[in-house]
């Protein structure tokens, strides 16, 4: 069997099971539609695979369990390809991020070596930002272009004081105002996703003074 799982908060909740016959066939049926969100296809091995549902509810996946993400074609879902290309695109992104950062690591600091290394991250960064920026130009009214914006985190951007000193302060205040932007609170698609909970989490406890009339006043914005 392989079970069909829902996204609300921080919490997964079951929604269906279907056989997988010998040919490695399952399907999935409703009487009627699914509220748009991140849904889950999970092994009895925990393996996941993930797809979005939106208007387009009738939709073909198949993939080798085996590497789900590299192995993925889909019929029928333009949202679930725009997921997986993406995916496909972040794994890649992550692995050649990783490896740099361990580098940058085992450098020496102001060698040419270790600023060669900055420069190659710099630009990783720079392909996640355009590889972004390509489905908002492209897409930007697809479900999955609004997931994927919401889940995003302003850039955090210097600031100095007159001396030339930088603004610690000042830096996190502006961070923590452009939390946002980019999250649209009229779609409650996003909260059948993990992406509000999580930014939420991280606003709250990581960004947000831990003081009560800094909880609250953030919180306001919010709610």
């Known amino acids: ?8 908060g921080d919490q997964n909740y079951g929604l269906d099971s279907a056989f997988v016959d010998t040919n490695g066939n399952a399907s999935f049926k409703f009487d009627s539609l699914l509220k748009g969100g991140l849904y889950l296809i999970a092994f009895p091995d925990k393996k ?69 290394l900055e420069a190659e991250l710099q630009s990783l960064k720079n392909e996640r930002k355009s590889h972004i920026e390509w489905f908002s130009a492209n897409y930007p ?6 997931f994927k914006v919401a889940g995003q985190n302003p850039e955090f951007k210097k600031v100095f004081r007159p001396d030339g000193s930088v603004d610690d302060a000042a830096e996190v205040y502006n ?36 003081v009560p009339d800094s909880i609250i006043k953030y919180a306001d914005i919010v709610t």
């Open 141 to 146: 009214n697809n479900f999955f272009t609004k």
């Open 1 to 8: 069997y392989v079970f069909l799982a829902g996204i609300y």
């Open 48 to 116: 996941l695979a993930q797809i979005l549902i939106d208007k387009e509810q009738h939709f073909t996946l198949e993939f080798d369990k085996a590497d789900i993400i590299n192995s993925m074609k889909i019929k029928g879902s333009l949202d679930n390809e725009l997921l997986y290309r993406n995916l496909k695109f972040e794994a890649e992104n992550t692995k050649r991020s990783n490896l740099v950062q361990q580098q940058l690591k085992e450098s020496e600091s102001n060698s040419e070596t270790h600023k060669k």
């Open 175 to 210: 961070y923590r105002n452009e939390f946002w932007d980019g999250y649209d609170f009229s779609d409650e698609r996003l909260l059948r996703t993990p992406v509000y909970f999580n930014k939420l989490k991280r606003y709250i406890k990581d960004i947000t003074p831990q």
